[in-house]
Every structure is written in structure tokens, then in C-alpha cells.
């Protein structure tokens, strides 16, 4: 596995990303005048800490907090770096840490699982933290991309860290974790604050504004709707490619496509045969 990261670019005042490898995520930093939040840690302890001594270069500031923006392992493995420090990130994020997956995923990433740690501040809804001149705010919208999103916005710059609940690099990963029918309703309280000159920096990919938005939380909503008017009319999985009109290239939809089936059919939404008459 190749990890590296790439120097701080400046997006605002005291707003920072740079780009992790691998899986090129962007790690956000938002600097005030007493302190500095760190956005998102990287894929492994020893990137965590590589991304600590940058960030505490480029802020010029200490780092005071840290969010998690959820669960995935380029966002979250890097943040046993923290510990010292106040962590955040949504309390979900302590039982994801259990799943069989992760000794696997650390394992190829080249670490023990037990070097990672979770959130030391975990949160439902809503945090503050106080850089000094500027605060941020760390809001739960509700399930999405996985079932513990948290973004973080600052108010006084209108930016947002929007974690993976946007994607601009690839069509946003809806993995088996992720609550389609929800995703939309997320997007719509991050929608909610967004002016015009609002900057949205996304999990992967570069920063977008309000119309890239507001369109990739149209696609995400088809993905759903399409299905459910799919299965209405009787159409298998197998079938659903061929028969749909889908907002994302083939491989996309062909890999949302069971897990969207497994998802409605939990919601008791099953393609049912038309018997023949004869
Ligand atoms: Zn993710």
C-alpha cells in the first residue's frame, strides 16, 4: 500500500485541505486564532502522525480538536495519532471499530488493529469547537454515507467539510454500509446553509459549490427511486441495469445495485412475479 501526502493547499483564510494517498482523501484544517481543528486522519497511525506535524506547521497554531467525518479507514485509522488531544467523531464510530472487516483492512494497510483507537469525544448531533477568533460546528444530518456522517462547517468563512456525503473525484461511494432512502435528507441540512459562494470541500476530489450539490444530491435520490420504481414493476437485480435509467456509469449502478435490492427488500419491497393468466 502506498501511502504519501501531499503539502496543505490554502482554500479560505486560515482553511486548509491536502490530499492523502492512499485513497486520496482530503484531510481538512481550519486554523484560529488560539487553535486548530484537524479535519479527518489519514489510513494509519503513522500517517496520523506524519499529518499532525503538517498541520501544526502549516496552522502556525496548536491543534486543539480533531474530527472523524466517519467510519471508512482513510478517514479514521490515522486517529490513534490524537489521542492526547479531544476527538470527535459520531458515536457509532466506537462499535465500527468491532467489525470483523477491520483486522483485515489494517492488515493490508500494515498495522495491528489494536493501535487504533476511537473517538474520545463521541457525538450524537452536534459540538462546538472554539479555535478562538472562529468556531466550528460538527453536525450529524442523519444516516448516509454510513450511518455515522459528521460534517464540519465554519460559519464565518462559508466552507464546509462535507466528508464522503459528497464526492467530486468518482460517483459517491454507496457501499453496503450506507442508508440510501436517508442520504438524500443529509445532503438537505447540509443544502440548507449553503449560499452562493459557499465552498463544499468533499471526501475526495476537489471543493464543489452548492449547484455540484444540489445535482449530486439529485443522482443519489434516482439511484433510489429507480430501484423502487423497478422493483414495482416486478424487475429483478439482474435485470435493473438493462431496464433503468441510471445517473452513473455501468460499474456504479452494477455494485449499488444489490446492495439498493438488499435495502428495499428490508423495507419489505420485493419484486413480485405477475402471475399468468391463462
Ligand atoms: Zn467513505
Redesign the pocket.
Known amino acids: 500500500m502506498q501511502f504519501s501526502l501531499a503539502p496543505f493547499e490554502l482554500l479560505r483564510p486560515g482553511i486548509w485541505r491536502a490530499v492523502a494517498q492512499p485513497a486520496g482523501v482530503n484531510i481538512g484544517l481550519v486554523a484560529g486564532s488560539t487553535g486548530a481543528l484537524l479535519i479527518d486522519t489519514g489510513s494509519s497511525p503513522d500517517q496520523g502522525a506524519e499529518l499532525r506535524q503538517a498541520a501544526e506547521a502549516t496552522a502556525g497554531v496548536p491543534l486543539v480538536a480533531v474530527l472523524v467525518t466517519?467510519s471508512?479507514f482513510?478517514?479514521y485509522y490515522g486517529l490513534a495519532a490524537f489521542d492526547d488531544l479531544p476527538t470527535y467523531g459520531h458515536e457509532s464510530l466506537i462499535a465500527a471499530l468491532d467489525a470483523d472487516q477491520v483486522t483485515e483492512e489494517a492488515a493490508e494497510l500494515g498495522f495491528a488493529r489494536d493501535r487504533l483507537r476511537p473517538p474520545n469525544r463521541p457525538m450524537a448531533l452536534a459540538r462546538m469547537v472554539d479555535l478562538g477568533d472562529r468556531h466550528v460546528e460538527l453536525v450529524h444530518f442523519g444516516r448516509g454515507?454510513?450511518a455515522g456522517d459528521v460534517v464540519a462547517i465554519v460559519p464565518d468563512a462559508q466552507l464546509i467539510f462535507t466528508?464522503?456525503l459528497l464526492e467530486q473525484s468518482a460517483p459517491p461511494?454507496m457501499?453496503p454500509d450506507c442508508h440510501l432512502k436517508e442520504w438524500p435528507a443529509a445532503l438537505d441540512g447540509i443544502l440548507g446553509l449553503v449560499k452562493e459562494d459557499t465552498l463544499l470541500v468533499p471526501?475526495h476530489g476537489d471543493p464543489v459549490d452548492r449547484v455540484f450539490a444540489f445535482t449530486q444530491r439529485a443522482e443519489i435520490s434516482a439511484v433510489y427511486g429507480q430501484v423502487e420504481y423497478l422493483i414495482g414493476q416486478g424487475v429483478k437485480a439482474e435485470d435493473a441495469f438493462a431496464a433503468g435509467d441510471w445517473p452513473f456509469d455501468h460499474d456504479t449502478i452494477a455494485a449499488v445495485l444489490p446492495i439498493a435490492y438488499a435495502q428495499l427488500a428490508a423495507e419489505g419491497k420485493v419484486p413480485r412475479t405477475q402471475l399468468r393468466l391463462l
Open positions: 466517519h471508512h482513510d478517514h454515507h454510513t466528508g464522503d461511494a457501499g471526501g
